[in-house]
């Protein structure tokens, strides 16, 4: 039964409908073999561009489509519902992460450049701040940028790695640290600034990661010996990157938190077709109460989540500073999509544990997510310190 909705209007159902129809028909027919060869081809980024699909909160000046969140949302429900937790964070990376920062500060010159091809899906992007020796601490990123002496263009020198769309992108948001080293944030840091960087760039070299799951997605370690970037490839302002990447995880781990309760909704769902075929002891196992009972507890902790993540949705087109509740959405959600996975491949018994069942990529997919975006052990932390210590958060992109 469909009953009104606080957020979604009809024209966001019929959108949804699309982004269905567009899933089930252009993406998951290509599952296995976007799996099995470990890359999501430039044709799908170009067809959602031209869908419009990848422009949904951007500017229409840009080649975007300038809509409210909801349709985020909506577009961001029905990618997870893919089965492929690769493509749906290349994708989601792609967007929602790294031309963001492009879309808010950059200049216009960096917006013409980077920004409407990566709408158009000419173009894809990556966001790199993770390092070997830094994964959470951003604040303990290695990677320089030390302006030259005529002060055109900037020298990179650093390592980045676990980077979605690493490999096969054509430019990334690098975060480095700039400035003198006697120089200090406000983080008790050397300055951090964000630098648009193609990713043909010479000194630039690009490894392929093995993971254990996402295998649709590309995911690189990316080493930058010398790179000469312009100084007009600089996102922002100088020295104001890491207060950008604080207020941007908001988006980023609402986004992760929107994707991990429809992952959760597809889990089940693949489960409850399978207990209604599936027989033992001459009857569906369906009937068995322990089995029912413990799917009654899942689709009620789904639906909580939901409405809280739908509520910080809310809260997010507001404009409100809501790095509790993204945190707690994020901890929650992946925490949870984590545990119904697990539980609903217990159901499928050894069919679960065979390749032939998206439950078994599903497995191996939901794992990562208590990992990236932020881990559950920082997500608490955080949120300790926002009810514990009463710290405050205040906008940033707004601010000088």
């Not at 430019?171 to 964000?194: D, Q």
Request: glycine share 8%; proline share 3%.
């Amino acid at each position: 039964m469909n009953r009104p909705s606080l957020y979604f209007r009809d024209e966001h159902e019929l959108f949804r409908q699309s982004v269905r129809q567009f899933i089930d028909n252009e993406v998951v027919p290509h599952t296995d073999a976007w799996e099995t060869a470990r890359r999501i081809p430039l044709s799908i980024f170009q067809r959602m561009g031209q869908l419009g699909y990848l422009g949904l909160p951007f500017p229409e000046e840009y080649g975007g489509v300038n809509a409210d969140f909801w349709y985020s949302v909506v577009f961001l429900e029905e990618l997870a519902r893919c089965g492929m937790g690769g493509f749906a964070t290349a994708v989601s990376v792609h967007e929602y992460m790294a031309i963001n920062h492009i879309a808010r500060v950059g200049s216009t010159d960096l917006k013409q450049r980077y920004l409407q091809p990566a709408i158009a899906g000419e173009k894809v992007a990556a966001l790199a701040i993770t390092e070997p020796d830094a994964g959470s601490d951003v604040s303990a990123i290695r990677t320089t940028a030390i302006r030259t002496d005529a002060g055109d263009a900037y020298i990179v020198n650093g390592t980045k790695t676990f980077i979605s769309n690493g490999t096969y992108g054509d430019f990334v948001t690098l975060v480095v640290k700039t400035g003198s080293p006697t120089e200090r944030t406000g983080a008790g840091t050397h300055p951090i600034s964000l630098l648009v960087v193609d990713l043909d760039s010479p000194g630039i070299t690009r490894t392929k990661l093995n993971k254990i799951g996402w295998h649709s997605s590309d995911t690189a370690e990316i080493r930058f010996d010398d790179v000469r970037v312009p100084v007009a490839n600089l996102i922002g302002q100088e020295n104001r990157g890491f207060y950008y990447l604080m207020e941007s995880l908001q988006l980023e781990r609402l986004v992760a938190a929107v994707m991990a309760v429809s992952g959760a909704q597809l889990a089940l769902d693949w489960t409850l077709q399978y207990l209604n075929e599936r027989e033992a002891f001459g009857k569906k196992i369906g009937t068995f109460q322990a089995i029912r009972h413990q799917i009654a507890n899942i689709a009620t902790e789904i639906e909580m989540a939901r409405q809280f993540v739908y509520h910080t949705c809310w809260l997010f087109t507001q404009g409100d500073v809501i790095v509790k509740e993204c945190s707690m959405a994020k901890l929650a959600t992946s925490e949870l999509q984590k545990r119904v996975v697990d539980t609903c491949l217990q159901f499928f018994g050894g069919y679960g544990y065979m390749e032939d069942y998206p439950i078994a990529r599903a497995y191996r997919d939901v794992r990562v997510g208590t990992i990236a975006g932020g881990s559950s052990e920082i997500m608490r932390e955080i949120i300790a310190k926002i009810v514990i210590d009463a710290v405050a958060y205040k906008p940033v992109y707004q601010s000088k």
